[in-house]
């Protein structure tokens, strides 16, 4: 019994810290974009179907995985979104089937994962930034808001949608 107790102190710290390093992507930072995790149907400002949308964690939890679908047929997009443990912000990298790409970095601020590009330049000529902002709702829903930005004023919505929880 005695050589038992002994073990029992010797590898039990070990066996927790082992237990520890295997989950590479679990601190608070890492879980913040958690309460996109799900699947979604989507309606925009008007209430109008705007599609489905599917966030899984994926490689041990340390990716989020979107999968998009559009109610207009035709158009799906897909993302991959992570915690920069260097850089210490998220980071969202946006693929359609369209070959448009985005690339978006932030991170969460209250209630909201609040993710944004790099300023670029229109075709107007002019310097704009995309932003996109995801709300958790007390109510368990999402608001995701699309803004374009110049000079740090909104000038347009792109897209404001609900994610609604699908049971």
């Not at 107790?5 to 913040?32: M, R, T, V």
């Not at 829903?141 to 792109?158: A, F, H, I």
């Amino acid at each position: 019994m005695k050589a038992l107790f002994i073990y029992f102190i010797l590898f039990l710290p070990i066996y927790l810290i082992a237990q520890q390093e295997d989950c590479n992507c679990c601190s608070q930072e890492q879980k913040a974009f958690d309460f996109w995790v799900g699947e979604w149907k989507v309606t925009d400002s008007n209430g109008n179907l705007a599609g489905y949308n599917t966030i899984t964690k994926e490689e041990s939890g340390c990716v989020l995985k979107e999968k998009w679908t559009s109610a207009k047929p035709g158009y799906t997009g897909t993302s991959n979104n992570f915690f920069n443990k260097q850089s210490k912000n998220w980071e969202q990298l946006w693929v359609d089937n369209s070959g448009n790409h985005l690339k978006l970095i932030g991170n969460k601020i209250g209630n909201q994962m609040i993710l944004s590009s790099e300023e670029f330049k229109h075709t107007d000529g002019k310097f704009y930034v995309n932003r996109i902002s995801w709300t958790e709702n007390s109510n368990g829903t999402v608001r995701q808001l699309w803004e374009v930005l110049s000079k740090g004023k909104v000038v347009n919505v792109l897209f404001d949608g609900l994610y609604a929880r699908i049971k």
